[in-house]
Nanobody, 123 residues
Framework: EVHIVESGGGLVQAGGSLRLSCAAS????????VAWFRQAPGKVREGISC????????YYGDSVKGRFTISKDNAKNTVYLQMNNLKPEDTGVYFC????????????????WGQGRQVTVSS
């Protein structure tokens, strides 16, 4: 059974930085993709970034390109999302999700989800 544990997030002023971590366990190897989704109040869950399986290519949603960086530490089975130059519109609950094949923004295709971490950016 795949299990995901998230950490990080919190409250920051606009222009500041935060980091999220996502530790995945239960995969037989490191050939899996990990994505971050964001859900703002009253809005649908939005794909933010994904670190794909295999060669580990990073993908980003248009709203975070150039500000967010996703990376993976295979030794720790942990994916990090470094968020810089945060804006009030980045506020929401951030969810980590994992699946055994390539990245996708389709939420229903992910096998496991974390509990979510609150990120609040004040203006």
């Amino acid at each position: 059974e795949v299990h995901i544990v998230e950490s990080g997030g919190g409250l920051v002023q606009a222009g500041g930085s935060l980091r999220l971590s996502c530790a995945a366990s239960g995969f037989s190897d490191d050939d899996y993709s990990v994505a971050w989704f964001r859900q703002a109040p009253g809005k649908v869950r939005e794909g933010i970034s994904c670190f794909t399986n295999g060669d580990g290519f990073p993908y980003y949603g248009d709203s975070v390109k150039g500000r967010f960086t996703i990376s993976k530490d295979n030794a720790k089975n942990t994916v990090y999302l470094q968020m810089n130059n945060l804006k009030p519109e980045d506020t929401g609950v951030y969810f980590c999700a994992a699946r055994r094949t390539v990245c996708t923004w389709e939420t229903w295709l992910y096998e496991a989800w974390g509990q979510g971490r609150q990120v609040t950016v004040s203006s």
